[in-house]
């Protein structure tokens, strides 16, 4: 199914974090937080200023970001979990 999210919205896969602590402690899935990364599948056009001219999107299709820990909306498409959220939600781009 196709998804093209409306104005400064996008869609994100969330990145799985990792199994492991750093020093090498197994962390089992029901203490696991959210991760707050992703990968952006889908970016909205963009949001109009007050002269209706549209406002470029600072995030494009791919750009792996940082988001808040309550940011977005669950939802399932093609069985597959993920995130609308508005631009603004996005703390940053990862390079």
């Known amino acids: 199914m196709a998804f093209t999210p409306l104005h400064d919205r996008v869609v994100v896969r969330r990145l799985e974090s990792d199994d492991k602590t750093s020093g090498g402690l197994i962390i089992p899935d029901n203490a696991k937080e ?7 599948v889908a ?8 002269d209706g001219k549209r406002i470029a999107m600072d995030v494009k299709k791919g750009n792996k970001i940082l988001f808040g820990k309550w940011s977005g909306t669950e939802i399932t498409l093609d069985g ?8 603004s939600d996005i703390l940053g781009i990862i390079s």
């Open 80 to 87: 597959e979990e993920l995130l609308i959220m508005k631009e």
């Open 34 to 40: 959210k991760p707050a990364e992703g990968k952006v």
């Open 43 to 50: 970016v909205g056009s963009g949001a109009k200023d007050e």
